[in-house]
């Protein structure tokens, strides 16, 4: 009886953790770039009772065994880098990776960290930066007078500046990929770093080793989908709320034991 107290516990602790992972999906419906996580879960040690194939004469084995499992617990959250749908927004440094790849960005304590969001800016110096001031790397200035940005599929950044039309190129913008990018560390800000689970990144110009290439003027948005979250939500609610009735009729059979005369 108190196995299944603790086995039916397991469950709903796994299950509050699988809503907490649907609801930083939902939450960030609207995020530019987010990747939709999946929890996984795996049971638990097993306690024998009777090894299946267990000698029960001399000429006969049990083709069963007795194990009662003892629960369940979370054994990893997987991170879908699915490519999100484009929103067009005609922003000379909004930029969407067609494909695979990250932009890699220096953030404040020199760490270079990836990002699918592709909104970047202009900062005071005129460095290509994302919403939270981290520049591109490599580093791309935009000269100051320029009238007109224009960047490549492949990455090639060119200007024009005062009455010159013809067009100057200042810079390459270069992405980088990772054989395991569900290995990524995300710590917020639309950043996500690398683990010995990544593995190393390779850097190169968009389009190259299997590498996407820009869209100029578009929005990588992000890859929930708000009608399977939903589906999800109701799936562990019903599992969460079925374990507690678990608890509940192990708590009622406890009680009359209990009662026994």
């Not at 049990?62 to 999100?84: E, K, N, Y």
């Not at 200035?141 to 200042?170: D, F, L, R, Y």
Request: net charge negative; no cysteine; aromatic share 4%.
């Amino acid at each position: 009886m108190i196995k299944s107290l603790n086995t039916a516990a397991t469950g709903m602790q796994a299950q509050q953790a699988n809503m907490d992972v649907i609801a930083n999906n939902m939450a960030n419906v609207s995020t530019g770039g987010f990747k939709k996580a999946r929890a996984e879960f795996e049971d638990l040690l097993y306690q024998t009772i009777k090894e299946p194939g267990a000698r029960t004469g001399e000429n006969t084995i049990t083709p069963t065994g007795v194990q009662t499992g003892l629960g369940v617990r979370t054994s990893a959250i997987q991170q879908d880098f699915s490519i999100g749908s484009p929103k067009e927004t005609k922003a000379p440094l909004d930029l969407m990776i067609e494909g695979n790849g990250f932009f890699p960005v220096q953030t404040p304590d020199l760490q270079i960290a990836y990002t699918r969001s592709g909104s970047f800016k202009k900062d005071p110096n005129g460095r290509i930066v994302d919403g939270n001031g981290n520049p591109m790397q490599p580093e791309i200035v935009i000269p100051v007078g320029a009238t007109g940005i224009s960047i490549s599929p492949g990455g090639e950044v060119s200007v024009t500046t005062g009455s010159n039309t013809m067009p100057q190129t200042i810079g390459q913008i270069e992405i980088v990929n990772f054989v395991n990018p569900a290995g990524l560390k995300p710590v917020g800000k639309n950043l996500f770093l690398p683990t010995t689970a990544s593995g190393l990144p390779t850097q190169g110009v968009p389009g190259s080793n299997g590498m996407g290439y820009l869209a100029q003027g578009q929005l990588e948005m992000s890859n929930v989908n708000i009608v399977d979250e939903m589906v999800n939500m109701i799936t562990a609610q019903r599992a969460y709320e079925t374990n507690s009735k678990v608890i509940q009729a192990a708590d009622q059979m406890l009680q009359n034991v209990n009662n026994l005369r």
